[in-house]
Every structure is written in C-alpha cells, then in structure tokens.
C-alpha cells in the first residue's frame, strides 16, 4: 500500500526578496504611483513659486530705481529740512535745527518776492493760455478732420520743443536792437499805411524788454504763453470731440444758438478736462524756472523782478549752499501746489472728475 504523506499547514517558505506576481505587480503599481505624485508634487511647488515670483522679478528693476532715485530722495529732503548742512563738508557736517529753516525762509523778505512774482506770472499767463485755448479748440472742432490735425500739430509743437532752446530764440528775440521784435515794432511805426496806429512806438524804442525792471515779467508770460496754450489747445479739442453729436444736434433743433449750446451743453460736459487743464497750468505756472532763469540769465532780472520762486530754490541750494534751508523752501512749495489743488477740487467738486 502507497504511503500517504500528511500535507504541510504551512506554505513553502519563498526565498528573502522574493514575492508572488500579484504581490509584485501590487508593490510596483504603488511606487509608480509614488512616483508620479512626487513629480506632480514638485512640478506643482515649481510652477506655483515662478507664477508668484515672476511679476515681482519684473518690476525689481523699476523698484530699485524709484527707491533710489524716488523714495529716497523724498525722505532725505524731509530729513534734511531739519537740519543745517553744507554739501562741501560731508554728511558729518549736518546739525539738527529744527524746524529753524522754515523760520529763516518764511522770514526772508526774497522768498515772499519771488512768491509774488510766481504768482503774477501764473495768473497772468496761466488765464490767458485758457481764454485763448478753449474758443480755438471749439472753432477746431467745427472744422475738417485733414485740417483740424494740421493745426493742432503746428499748436502743438511749441509745447514739446525744448524749453531752454525755445528761451534762447526768445532771448535774441528780446534784443533791444537786433530783436525782431523791436524791428517789426520800429517797422510798424514808421509805414506809410499803419504809422497812425503804431507811432507812439517811437517815444519807448528802443523797449529794453528784459532789462527794463517793468518788462520782465511780461516777457516771461509772453513766452510761456507760447510755449503751453498749444498743450491746452489739443486737450480741449479731444475734450470737445467726446461730446455726441446728438446732443448737440437735438439742442440745434431747439433753437439753441452755437452760444447757448456751448455755455449750457458743451462747457459742463468737458468739466474734466478743464479741471486736468487748469490743474496742469497752475502746477506749472509755480515751478516756473527754466524760461525765467535762461531769459534773465540766472540772475533774475533788473530788481529781481524775474525772480520766481523755483529760481529762489536754486539760489539758496546751489549757489549759497544752504541744503537745509532749500528743503525747507521746497516743501512750502509743495505745501502751496497741494493747496492750489485742493482749491481745485472744492471749486470743480465731484463733477469736475467726471462723477455723478
């Protein structure tokens, strides 16, 4: 009889390392899976971090630039209104006064010269500029699209041609006896067909227009007049150009006159651009310094009477060196346009932004 062996309860016991197939496809499955999470994982991180970091890698070089030449500049000249410091003997040199600097410029009877004569030169020039700019861009309006292009490039190029260059022409322009202005002025007054009207010009030739202490302002309004109405000019023509002509044209079956729809629909619709535009001259009207300063030669003029404020600035900075005192005075300056424009503000409201 065959002998009958017992069975093991026990399976053969596998090698070490060693597994069944569906152990090992089980076991492989879950390392790739591992895998390909860690990956996802990383790829994820990786895009999230240069998705975040690459605006800020943009404007880093922006960043740099402005807090050096911007912010910091800013924060220094706050500091340095405090305090008494000649440019020549270091930043060791520098003593806190307090607020000394202020004193001495609100007490210097130049500083409220030159104030004065800013300010003649921003009104003076500053309304004139608008009183003339606003009826030119209404009368642009009206005309052709080919023509209206035409001139409010030539108005234009005034304002972006070179400031010290255009101060130079007007400088040899101003000549008491080689200016073409007086040549045309002496010409005039001594033609046959105009002399009636113009000779008086003979009893002040030859008009000494930058050394004669009553001209020099007006010569100096007269070339900002020039140089900034053109700006303007084009601000009210695109001003005026939003306006529907619908509106316009509903008025002109109403019977309202070309008078009538300016003041009433016209004017209150462009109240944006006039507060952009008046804003703009009176900011620039009190930093007024390149024309004045090339037309009297640095000097400000017979009695000063050229001198803005702006001029006074660079006077007490650069030729006498009185760092502090200069950031003193620049900030009353910033101090005067900031009140300039909230006066701006209250007189336009809300609806001179734009809003309801």
């Known amino acids: 009889m065959a002998s009958m062996t017992k069975p093991s309860r026990h399976p053969v016991k596998q090698g070490r390392g060693m597994l069944l197939p569906e152990q090992e496809v089980v076991t492989m499955n ?5 895998v390909m999470e860690t990956s996802q994982r990383k790829s994820f991180f990786s895009r999230l971090n240069l998705k975040a970091l690459t605006p800020y890698g943009f404007l880093l070089p922006f ?7 911007g912010v910091f500049p800013l924060l220094f000249s706050i500091f340095l209104s405090f305090h008494e410091w000649n440019p020549v003997e270091g930043l060791g040199a520098m003593n806190y006064v307090g607020l000394e600097n202020y004193h001495i410029a609100l007490t210097d009877p130049w500083l409220w010269r030159s104030l004065k004569n ?10 004139a500029q608008h009183l003339v700019a606003l009826p030119v861009a209404y009368i642009l309006v009206s005309m052709s699209d080919r023509l209206r292009h035409w001139l409010t490039s ?14 130079l022409i007007f400088f040899n322009m101003y000549s008491p006896n080689s200016g073409i202005i007086n040549q045309s002025l002496m010409a005039l007054a001594d033609s046959s ?36 109405t053109g700006f303007n ?10 306006i529907p002509k619908e509106i316009l044209e509903a008025a002109r079956m109403d019977g ?23 804003t703009m001259t009176i900011i620039g009207n009190l930093q007024l310094f ?19 404020i702006s001029m006074y600035l660079y006077k007490v900075g650069w030729e006498w060196l009185e760092m502090g005192t200069a950031s003193a005075i620049s900030w009353l300056l910033f101090i005067l346009i900031a009140g300039c424009t909230a006066v701006q503000f209250f007189f336009f409201g809300k609806k001179g932004l734009g809003e309801q």
Request: hydrophobic share 55%.
């Open 30 to 34: 879950h390392a790739a899976s591992k």
């Open 63 to 69: 960043l740099i630039i402005f807090s050096v030449f």
């Open 118 to 127: 800013t300010l003649w030169l921003a009104i003076t020039s500053g309304v």
């Open 154 to 167: 030539a108005y234009f190029l005034p304002f972006i041609t070179s400031t010290v260059a255009a101060s």
């Open 193 to 228: 067909l105009l002399g009636w009207a113009f000779s008086w010009l003979n009893d002040y030739q030859p008009i000494r227009w930058l050394d004669d202490a009553s001209m020099v302002k007006p010569s100096i309004a007269i070339m900002v007049f020039w140089k900034y």
């Open 233 to 242: 000019i084009v601000l009210y023509t695109t001003g005026l150009m939003t």
């Open 256 to 278: 309202a006159n070309a008078w009538r729809r300016f003041w009433s629909i016209s004017l209150p619709m462009i109240r944006p651009f006039i507060f952009f535009a008046v």
């Open 290 to 308: 390149e024309e004045p300063f090339v037309l009297t030669r640095g000097t400000g003029g017979t009695g000063q009477s050229g001198l803005t």
